[in-house]
């Protein structure tokens, strides 16, 4: 509070005007002490928010941390998984191609090879037995001559 003076008539002016002075001086200072003392509040209560701010922060990352150790754990197990159903793969396949070669040369065996049959067009003539065993020993004969 500011300090109130006695003013003496005796001075006149000069006394009166120094004890103004002193309590503006006085009110002015106490002005700037409560504004700083305003502005450490004010800095105390914002370094506490953002030491809030840093923990959540540091919080937030560690849990992170720990889901994605997680997550890889569950993405390499899944990758052994993938290995060994595609190892069980190729061993079935191979067994499934040992079964066809078995029993295709039993069919082949019983049934004879396969043959791929073209079909006959129009322009093709039919030849009867005797005319392509003639046409074959033709070839024969011209194979014989060019050796």
């Known amino acids: 509070m500011p300090v109130i003076t006695k003013m003496s008539f005796s001075d006149?002016?000069?006394?009166?005007r120094s004890n103004m002075n002193n309590n503006k001086d006085d009110e002015s200072?106490?002005?700037i002490q409560r504004q700083i003392h305003q502005y450490k509040n004010s800095m105390l209560d914002r370094s506490h928010h953002m030491v809030n701010l840093v923990s959540e922060s540091e919080q937030l990352g560690i849990n992170t941390a720990t889901e994605l150790a997680t997550q890889r754990e569950k993405l390499e197990k899944i990758d052994n998984?993938?290995?060994?159903?595609?190892?069980t793969l190729i061993g079935?396949?191979?067994?499934?191609n040992r079964l066809q070669s078995v029993f295709g040369g039993i069919k082949n065996y019983f049934y004879g090879p396969k043959t791929a049959f073209l079909p006959k067009s129009n322009s093709q003539p039919n030849m009867t037995k005797n005319q392509s065993n003639n046409t074959s020993s033709n070839k024969q004969q011209q194979q014989r001559i060019s050796l």
């Open 29 to 31: 200072s106490e002005s």
């Open 92 to 96: 079935t396949q191979q067994r499934i």
């Open 12 to 16: 006149n002016n000069n006394t009166y």
């Open 81 to 87: 998984n993938l290995d060994t159903i595609d190892n």
